[in-house]
């Protein structure tokens, strides 16, 4: 994964050349495409910038989001001619805030709530970091997170993961769209993009792929466990985090490690 992100000061610069109610979308796998087109159906969106963000566990090629994004292109241009406008391609990734959501804690989390996998939070990542570029312009994002995948099980986009999504953002001012929210089939994905793409496909992966489920690819948790964490964990510690980032989208780990410390000051008193 040869891309660096681009500096804050490059997006900054870059924003301002926007129009400002440009909305903010999120550019990662083929369900991400497919949510930044079934937007555009809104005559009150005209305007994408698509960011492409990577996590540290990712690995593989980006040529083929490369390729896709060309293909979007001229999808968009076909639909509308020069009515709606997808701006070129922004690359932003923030290792810190990845390690702070999902890796500085792990035995913590484990021992205090009985359950963990690290893509709730990484999705939570993929979310918040692009708070303070919305902040800057639309403040709305487009998201590719749907409820059901043909009829398998994914925890970072049950309900519940979705509306702890939804709620940082909301807290952060920000309005999280999932437009493709309700499609369950896999093909239908493909008739709103208007390309073949397979589910999968052309774009990087993930080490930790498949980590919530067993062997035999059943999804393994417990609803309870699962909400505890969510509620008393990742909100309340993302919520702050967007604060942090909000005044200054480069914090030091040592600055975004503050809510960590707050949580662990509430769940451990001292005697």
């Known amino acids: 994964m040869e891309q660096h992100s681009h500096s804050s000061r490059e997006i900054e610069t870059t924003l301002q050349t926007l129009s400002p109610d440009t909305v903010i979308g999120e550019f990662s796998g083929r369900d991400s495409v497919a949510a930044i087109l079934q937007a ?11 960011v492409i963000s990577f996590a540290g566990t990712e690995y593989g090629s980006i040529q083929g989001l490369k390729s896709n994004y060309q293909r979007l292109l ?13 701006y070129p391609l922004v690359y932003y990734s923030n290792p810190k805030l990845w390690s702070v959501l999902n890796g500085r804690l792990v035995n913590s989390l484990v021992h205090t709530y009985n359950f ?18 919305a902040l800057k312009i639309g403040k709305q994002i487009v998201s590719g997170e749907r409820l059901r995948h043909d009829h398998r099980v994914k925890l970072n986009q049950l309900g519940i993961s979705l509306d702890a999504y939804k709620k940082v953002l909301d807290e952060l001012n920000v309005t999280l769209h999932f437009p493709i929210k309700e499609v369950e089939e896999g093909d239908r994905i493909k008739d709103i993009l208007g390309w073949d793409w397979e589910e999968g496909e052309e774009h ?13 690819k059943k999804t393994c948790y417990k609803k309870k466990n699962l909400q505890h964490f969510l509620d008393d964990f990742l909100v309340p510690v993302s919520i702050e985090l967007g604060k942090i980032l909000t005044k200054n989208p480069d914090a030091s780990l040592n600055e975004l490690e503050k809510p960590l410390y707050a949580w662990e000051k509430r769940i451990k008193p001292s005697k």
Do not use: Q, W
């Open 40 to 50: 555009l159906k809104d005559p009150e969106i005209n305007y994408i910038l698509p």
């Open 74 to 86: 001229k999808r968009v241009e076909s639909l509308y001619g020069k009515e709606k406008h997808i």
């Open 116 to 133: 963990y996998t690290p893509c709730i939070g990484c999705h939570m990542y993929f979310h918040l970091l692009r708070v303070p570029m």
């Open 204 to 216: 990087p992966s993930c080490v930790y792929s498949g980590n919530y489920a067993d062997m035999k």
